[in-house]
């Protein structure tokens, strides 16, 4: 069936644990090899859910195919793809940039495949379909990244006929559709595929395992192991030296997880004490090789040890080309924590043979000393934090966290800080510093200021004032530069001024980096009040100071933030020009402040109706902007990222990507304000179901009144409630809204275009026509030099009718003017064209909104539903808003009704 499959785009393997996926697929896989087919395989973990590493591994494994193909023509692969660092960027194929792994997209991943497939040579007798490249992907199950599974889907709908993907896992992924099996493109293995036959069962026994086993035997084996190749391989470990086999087998129970436990404590104390050590202390690892076992156990003999287990077939299961990584077959490792928890033979309640017991922290400690001299800082930080030697992972930490700032990694280092114990970082100022510095460029202010509280306290406490005489003369320096940070994003102008310049007059010598980084607050201070002409100034000072620091991520944050005073006063072909440069650059590393420039030049796509372009920008930006962990920007770009998607029709993955965002940024420090952020994007959805009810309800249950200052900062929240008024004919409170706004903007910018095309609209619906068409003129006027499209071809029906009227009656001399508005109703004609006939309402909650409902449905109050799953009754409240809103309900009785109706709940 495996190599049948190899005719179709996919294999699926799906099985349970213990049925041989891996054990079969390995078997093929050196077929494969025999036979000169180029394969690939990767053993996938719960880190690879990291889109980063999931693609470093993907592309890895796909640049191997690349290699072993070119080598069979005797030629070198003309595409080059690699997820290392900066010294092979100049041997990256131009399809590939040096930061695409960190960002790719699903069109991305396909357009590179597709040009490197292209590129390979194809002989005239040897058509490349009769080659074909094999791409495993074992043990699936474990990644939940939706992001990913998008990913995977698009590239199954489009694979090339020379690749073959074969996915391994214990439960169907998400993208697994009908219309694969319909289309014959699905070749499926299940657990009743993979369970041996009598036949084959004894074949096994016979040829690979050397016992010769009687058909009554046999047929008694199959009863109590279901035919499971992994109980059928422990029980033939367990045949060995047995005198009696057939009463062996008669005493085996009928449940054969029992088996599995009685049979792997029998093949594991027949093992010598050295094994037994082995196979019990680097159970703890959840993965190996031999020079790492070395170090754990103190001695020079685990290569011979893997090659024992390798040749006793002992469940080791390789990870890599060379077989120099290994883990244990899953419940073979789970077997073996057991037991090193409780060494004791369960049967007769005896120790093992006595030997030198490894304590857990001994093993972490050691592997995070063996990680540490190979230069892998994750995994070191990992096992010293395992070990709860939390000086060691503070060193590390603190040696790699000002780099990873400045390239903007934010998300990886609070999520080492977060595993920090409270009272240690209590005690040690510099580690607070670097958290609080993380959780401003984060955007979690509140507890930054926690954080800066902290430190202020430690300052003055006498009996830690050593602390900080025991830090670096710069520690002063930088606490001040990031006071300054703070009071920026807390948009305090006075503030930042005057912190700023005492940060400068303290500042020893000249350090353009730190200087950089008070210009970036000032203009963040100004820019959050509205003072763009102030805000551009201090950008630009950022700029230029970070390239004389030779810090791209402070230079790269100066540039994007004069990028958007351009976009959001209106200049969308200056804009373009200083977020593309950025874009086209090389860099040593992947900077998250790249984010910006994606998102910048992705909303300038969409204005210009390049949507291919925007929707791939926007992806690589929101994907970085994560890895920042800055809200706002993301947000942003989501919301034009989802009418993108609702433009294509695609729905579903506009609802996911709310989805993962709600899980992503809805922090306790500031979830307030992005859950009225995102409940903008979910109000695109509910128009786009044309489901003005729930619709307005959510602009009803904001309890936003009022436009803050400055209104750019949130101004799509406040066009979501303008659009919302306007779907439900509810003009007085879109006009009251436009008044606002007409306050706060001026009609030149970008989004006072945005603001007098609804406002046109609205004259429009009241049978105003004359006044519509004008103020629509004019609207047109400003926007027709930047070509902007969108604004008005996403008004629909309305602003068509209008430039129908406007093209009839327009006099005017401009050649320019008459194309742009046939330009805007070609546009309109052909979203009328290609607009899906129906978008079916969908209603989605996320995995803890679903808990949260399932609770109430079982008549839990908040405090009980916080008290079971462990959260402040003050997210409780918040998860229920949620559901409120997306259920279309104003109670919990209404919510559970309407839940019913969905068959939400039973």
Known sequence: MLNRGLERKLTLVAALPGAGKSTLLSSWYTSLQQRAIAVSWISLEEQDNDPSNFWSLFMSAFQHLLNVTAAAFDTKPTSTL?????????????????????????????????????????????????????????????????????????????????????????????????????????????????????????????????????????????????????????????LQDQPDRTQFIASLDQNHDTIMEYLATEILSRQTIQVQHFLLTTSQLDHFSASLCDAILQHHESQAILTYLKQARLFLIPLDEHQQWYRYHPLFADFLREQYAHPQHPQTDQPYEPYAHTNTTIIHQRAGEWFEQQNNTDEAINHFLLAQNFTQAAQLIRQYSTAMIRRGEITLLLRWLGALPEEFISIHPDIILYYTVALIASEQLAEADLRMHMLEQLQTAEQLQVSFSTLPQSFSTILSVVRVTLAGFHGDIEKTIALAKQANENMAGTDTSLQSTIAASLATAYFFNGCLNEANTYFHEAEILGRVSKHPHEMITGICGQGYILLDTGHLFQAAARFQPVLQAHYDRVYASLGMAYLGIGEIYYYWNEIDKAETALQQGIELGLQWGFPLPVIRGALFLIRVKIARGNVQQAEALIQRLEQRLLHETYQERSHLLLGALRAELFLAHNDIEQALHWAQSTGVTHVQKPMYIEEFLYLALIDV?????????????????????????????????????????????????????????????????????????????????????????????????????????????????????????????????????????????????VIAPSTVKWYLKQIYTKLNAHNRVQALANAQKLHLIS
């Open 725 to 869: 008024y306007i779907a439900a004919n509810k003009v007085q409170p879109a006009l009251a809204w436009l008044e606002q706004i007409q306050e706060n903007a001026l009609d030149k910018t970008r989004c006072g275009i945005d603001m007098q095309t609804r406002q046109a609209i609205i004259y429009y619906k009241q049978g105003r026509l004359n006044q519509a068409q004008h103020l629509l003129m004019q609207t047109l006027l400003l926007a027709q030099p930047e070509h902007i499209i969108r604004i008005f071809t996403d008004r629909g029906e309305p602003i068509k009718a209008l430039l129908l009227r406007l093209l009839s009656t327009y006099s005017g001399e401009s050649e320019d003017y008459r194309i742009y508005l046939h330009t805007l109703l070609n546009v309109l004609d052909q979203q009328t064209a290609t607009v899906p006939t129906q978008l079916t309402p969908t209603v989605i909650l996320s995995e803890r909104e679903q808990k949260v409902l399932a609770l109430l449905a079982h008549g839990l109050s908040n405090q009980q539903i916080a008290t079971t799953l």
């Open 82 to 238: 690699s997820a290392s660092s900066s010294h092979q960027s100049n041997n990256i194929a131009a399809t590939v940039s040096s930061y695409a792994l960190a960002t790719l997209t699903p069109e991305t991943l396909l357009s590179t495949i597709l040009q490197a497939l292209h590129a390979l040579p194809t002989p005239p007798t040897l058509p490349t379909q009769n080659r074909p490249l094999v791409l495993i992907l074992d043990d699936y199950h474990v990644i939940t990244t939706q992001a990913i599974h998008q990913a995977i889907s698009l590239l199954i709908e489009h694979l090339p006929p020379q690749l073959h993907l074969v996915i391994s896992t214990h439960h169907d992924p998400p993208f697994i559709r009908p219309r694969l099996r319909m289309q014959g493109q699905l070749m499926e293995l299940r657990t009743d595929h993979l369970r041996f036959t009598p036949e084959e069962a004894g074949t096994f026994f016979q040829q690979s395992m050397h016992l010769q086993l009687t058909p009554n035997d046999i047929e008694m084996l199959m009863t109590r192991t279901i035919g499971l190749v992994a109980v059928l391989q422990l029980v033939a470990l367990g």
